[in-house]
């Protein structure tokens, strides 16, 4: 992660080091797992070598990327995404007529 560049693995746990030696206090770690990266025992080993040290609590938190093409239905009745489009009629064939700007507009004519 870009982050990482700013903020290296070792600096981050010298400053938990420093935080829980002045604290005494217990902190949370967040690891998301990330499918076919870091989500093999291999990588929850290398997590407990890492934070053997320290008095921590875990929250594996499984993230997998998932790609929908929505198919796009609609448009035999000019809706989509559950709104409902106003057609609004040539003004050059109606006289005397307001313009329509919103569908709720069409029960006040």
């Known amino acids: 992660m870009p982050v990482a560049r700013a903020f290296p693995l070792e600096k981050l746990m010298d400053a938990l080091q420093e935080y829980q030696k002045n604290s005494q206090q217990n902190f949370f ?47 035999d ?7 409902l489009v106003v057609n609004l009629p040539d003004k050059r064939f109606i006289k005397n007529t307001s313009p329509v700007t919103d569908i709720e507009d069409l029960c006040c004519q």
């Open 77 to 83: 009745i000019s809706g989509a995404c559950g709104h």
């Open 29 to 75: 770690i967040e690891y998301i797992m990330l499918y076919g990266v870091n989500d093999e025992e291999l990588h929850a080993h290398q997590l407990g070598k890492l934070l053997e040290t320290f008095q921590v609590k875990i929250l594996e938190v499984t993230y997998n990327i998932q790609t929908t093409i929505r198919k796009e239905m609609g448009q």
